[in-house]
Each structure stands twice: as structure tokens, then as C-alpha cells.
């Protein structure tokens, strides 16, 4: 298999290194990736989808051994479609709740931000 995408060219796409593709691979998250003729890895373009989706669910607080979960099943093929969904579901009802906590926090500071504004005017002290 000398087509595909080499590691390097794949870690650039994206965006995470070789090393982490390679931690990826070996932990399950990427299925075993084709090889060259030579022994270097060769992504596919399908390859790309899932570690963008990956990306996504690490970026939004998954930890790592719920992704190996979702992976697995993902293996599984659609026999495991409502537990993967199921997964999902749980996933984005603890971003919705992050993203509240956060609303909560934001308005928070923003309110103490007022109040120093309002203490720097009444004390003649305007921001430039």
C-alpha cells in the first residue's frame, strides 16, 4: 500500500503530531493503519474524518477511555448505532451543562468587571 497520506503530511492536516497519532493507533482510538511498501504509515482519507471527529470530542472534554468505548463499538458496525448514540447523548448533555456553568461564571465577571469601572469613576480614575 504506497498510496495514502504519510504521517507527517497527516499529523499537519490534522493537527495533531505523529506521536499523538501514533498513541491514537496504539490505544485503539485508529483502527491499525496501512502500511508502505517501506513500513511507514499511509492514512486514508477516511482516516481523516474520524480523527477530526476524534479532535472534536477531545476537544469538548471526552476523556480518552469514553472515546476508546466509542471507538469500539464503532468497530462493532451499526449493531451498535443506538449505543453509540447513546454515548453521544450523555457527551452533549455534559457540554450543554459545561457551557451553562461557564454562562454563570462569565456573567459573574463580567459583573465584578462593572464594579471597577463604577469604583474608578467614583475615585476619578478613567481607563485610557
Same mark, same amino acid.
Request: positive net charge; proline residues 3%.
Given at each position: 500500500?504506497?498510496?495514502?497520506?504519510?504521517?507527517?503530511?497527516?499529523?499537519? #492536516?490534522?493537527?495533531?503530531s505523529a506521536h499523538?497519532? *501514533?498513541?491514537?493507533?496504539?490505544?485503539?482510538?485508529l483502527d491499525p493503519?496501512?502500511?508502505?511498501?517501506?513500513?511507514?504509515?499511509?492514512?486514508?482519507?477516511?482516516?481523516?474524518?474520524?480523527?477530526?471527529?476524534?479532535? *472534536?470530542?477531545?476537544?469538548?472534554?471526552?476523556?480518552?477511555?469514553?472515546?476508546?468505548?466509542?471507538? &469500539?463499538? #464503532?468497530?462493532?458496525?451499526?449493531?451498535?448505532?443506538?449505543? *453509540? *448514540?447513546?454515548?453521544?447523548?450523555?457527551? =452533549?448533555?455534559?457540554?450543554?451543562?459545561?457551557? &451553562?456553568?461557564? =454562562?454563570?461564571?462569565?456573567?459573574?465577571?463580567?459583573?465584578?468587571?462593572?464594579?471597577?469601572?463604577?469604583?474608578e469613576v467614583s475615585?476619578?480614575?478613567?481607563?485610557?
Amino acid at each position: 500500500m504506497d498510496t495514502g497520506i504519510p504521517i507527517r503530511a497527516f499529523a499537519a #492536516r490534522t493537527g495533531l503530531s505523529a506521536h499523538t497519532l *501514533r498513541y491514537y493507533e496504539r490505544i485503539g482510538l485508529l483502527d491499525p493503519v496501512g502500511r508502505a511498501s517501506s513500513g511507514h504509515r499511509r492514512y486514508l482519507a477516511g482516516d481523516l474524518a474520524w480523527v477530526e471527529f476524534l479532535t *472534536r470530542l477531545r476537544a469538548t472534554g471526552m476523556p480518552v477511555r469514553v472515546m476508546q468505548r466509542f471507538a &469500539a463499538l #464503532r468497530r462493532h458496525g451499526d449493531r451498535t448505532l443506538p449505543e *453509540r *448514540r447513546e454515548l453521544l447523548e450523555a457527551h =452533549q448533555r455534559d457540554i450543554e451543562q459545561h457551557l &451553562a456553568d461557564l =454562562q454563570v461564571n462569565l456573567a459573574a465577571i463580567t459583573e465584578k468587571i462593572q464594579h471597577y469601572r463604577d469604583l474608578e469613576v467614583s475615585n476619578g480614575q478613567h481607563g485610557e
